[in-house]
């Protein structure tokens, strides 16, 4: 186990609504990623914080935010959800800081099922 | 645009055989390259990764073999067991940002 936790297990949502995902990291884990795996694809870099500022993004849309606390727990929120949406959600905590030549493991959770119908 | 693309999709290999997945990519500014291993309803597990200043990096039975002019790289699996089944992803990182790109996955079934 990589002691990185997620909640819920399973969630089904209406498009429309409005999600929230939770992540437990690591303990000492200062840095936290989530992720987006939809269905027989590989996972697709969402987000990034770091000592709870946002770090990097990638190619999602603003309705995908996030907030880190200072507990190592950190929060992927979704509004406005629509069907694409439906996706296993990841987070994957490291213990350093990130920038240029990071080599810094990456342990995920077990991640969430979204399902939008 | 795929950044990183990986094949074959789905592989099946006889136990005590070599089971090889392989990878490629563009982007010169990568300079780190993991592989991830996924079981069913758990999250990627990092497996072994390697750097482009080296050809190959070996830990137990699996094996990278990396061909940096090629921009290619590719995973062995020597001695192949029921237990490897699992999907696997070659990834890569850039030396910017913390970003890992990852391939779309192999589905590797080793036959008992």
């Known amino acids: 186990e990589t002691g990185v936790t997620q909640s819920p297990t399973h969630l089904i949502k209406t498009r429309g609504q409005q999600v929230t995902l939770r992540c437990s990291s690591q303990s000492g884990h200062n840095t936290v990623s989530w992720y987006q795996q939809a269905l027989g694809q590989g996972p697709q870099f969402i987000f990034q914080?770091?000592?709870?500022?946002?770090?990097g993004r990638g190619n999602f849309p603003p309705r995908f935010s996030g907030l880190q606390f200072p507990n190592y727990s950190s929060e992927l929120n979704v509004n406005a959800l629509e069907l694409d949406d439906s996706a296993l959600y990841l987070c994957?905590?490291?213990?350093?800081?990130?920038?240029?030549?990071?080599?810094?493991?990456?342990?995920f959770g077990p991640g969430t099922r979204l399902t939008v119908l | 645009q795929q950044q990183v693309k990986q094949s074959p999709q789905s592989l099946i290999v006889q136990k005590g055989g070599i089971s090889i997945i392989n990878c490629a990519y563009e982007n010169t500014a990568f300079d780190y390259f993991p592989w991830y291993q996924q079981f069913p309803g758990k999250g990627p597990a990092l497996l072994i990764a390697i750097r482009p200043d080296v050809s190959e990096k070996k830990e137990g039975r699996f094996t990278i073999s990396f061909n940096k002019s090629a921009k290619q790289f590719s995973l062995h699996i020597m001695d192949s067991q029921p237990g490897d089944s699992a999907t696997y992803f070659c990834?890569?990182?850039?030396?910017?940002?913390?970003?890992?790109?990852f391939g779309k996955g192999t589905r590797l079934h080793i036959l008992p």
């Open positions: 994957a905590s490291s213990l350093g800081g990130p920038g240029p030549g990071s080599t810094d493991t990456q342990y």
């Open positions: 914080y770091y000592r709870e500022e946002e770090n």
């Open positions: 990834a890569a990182k850039g030396n910017r940002d913390d970003k890992i790109i």
